[in-house]
């Protein structure tokens, strides 16, 4: 697969030989069932047919929809998920219990993925059955399984830790019950990727060659996707996997990971679209509703992953951008252009390790001349703010250049505001806004007004209203801070927007005392960049 976007060792090529890869690399999300089993984290209806769809989009083989049997809710939403006609299969789960079946086929669902745990420990401590009674279950069930579904799922839970002859036979009987597929789960995450290779190896060599086997790793030492990439060197040809890891205790494999190590680092074929692989990380990132959030330093899609502050590789980033990255940002959906004055905005962060170079691109960037005493001054300040423990945001960035060298020119201005009327006390919080909006060449006056649960809420909505049907925007992430102390605090508010019909995604901030107009300024700078970004 010859990628001019991937730049990984050429040592892989030669292990494959010693490995056991599928032609293709099937991806099974299970984010609306296991996913939302994350301690804090619960999905609307609506959120769930959404993600549904986001998932499709996405290109995921089959999406796990739920537990019908767990909850009305559940069921319900199950159900809908089955009617939205989408590409992907559409499963539901069951325990190896018969009204747990027939609430799946209630759902009318695509298929059914049924479970029943393996391991001593759980038949003693928890099933309270014997092995046998576990296999005249798995016999009974699966076949009536079978009466209504051809694409049956059979999952050993706890496989990991169940006695390896006696996995091997449950999965034996369940594919001579009718099960299409199998799966092997890490349900605690307690195994090592070359002890689950070996696991997974001597179940492949031992099923029928036209049965998949998937991968069901957890993460509670930080292992689930090692081991979900060791079942693909020995026979594994399916992924288990959630957006951004979600999951019960510390999550499951995360799907951004997994789908980018099987696509670059091993070149397996998939359906999955890599580009829309951030956008889906931001908009599951929103519906969790702050309470999980995308770690600064989580490979691929985190704040950190395609940025840098040393000199040298920074130095390295303006020759060429491919010398620190083993894959472009754009091929997961993050958009940089091939532009370096864009990339030098985007990947490179100023602080004390900040060499000549990436200060001489940020400044020029910015379409500003300094002299050389005023660049010296300029470094040091940087240098010094770094020093001191901070990161150099683009504020702190703008007030040294603002403190050396006076006021600087506006940025091109494509969104302003004309007027803002709040009403808020003991009524309806209510917001009237009136924008006018640069597009193709000229302006045009948009007014609209929203309620909200609080000023700032309807401010927001009613802001975001004037772009349609220009433009869908949706607000990812909104964060404010007092920058200063009691009644009279100046508030720092910082947001993420996206562009839904293109997925760019924008942040920006803004600080004011009244925490109204720092929201509104800093939702208006985020929309300048996104209509700037439209119009170029």
Partial sequence: MENKEIFVSQMMEKIRESLILPEKAYFFDTTLRDGEQTPGISFTHDEKLSIAQALNELGIDIIEAGFPVISQGDFNACRDIAKLGLDSEVIGLARIKKLDIDKVIEADMDSIHVFIATSDLHLRDKLQMTREEVLNDITELVAYAKEHYSKILFSAEDATRSELDFLIKANKTAIESGASRINIPDTVGTITPQAFGYIVRKN?????????????CHNDFGLAVANTIAGFENGASEAQTTIMGLG???GN??????????????QIPMKINTKMIFPTAKLMESYCGGKIKIGRLQPLIGQNAFAHESGIHAHAMIKNPRAYEPIT????GIQRSDNVEEIIRQSIKLGKHTGGHALRAKINDMGLTTTTDQYNKIMDDIKRFGDKGHEVTEEDFIAILKDVM??????????KLEELTVLTGSITPTSTVRLKIRDNGNYVVKLASSIGVGPVDASVKAIVKCFEPMSRIKLLEYNIDAVTGGTEALGHVSIELMDLDSNHIVSASATHEDIVMSSVLALLKGLNRIMKHKNV
Wanted: proline share 7%; charged share 25%; net charge negative.
């Fill in 204 to 216: 492949y060599e031992a099923l029928p060659k036209n049965v998949r086997i998937a991968v069901h």
């Fill in 329 to 332: 940002p754009e091929l997961i």
């Fill in 248 to 250: 019960e205790r510390a």
């Fill in 406 to 415: 006076g006021e600087l020119p506006e940025e091109e201005q494509y969104v």
């Fill in 253 to 266: 494999a995360s799907f951004e990971e997994t789908a980018m190590s099987l696509y670059a680092l091993y």
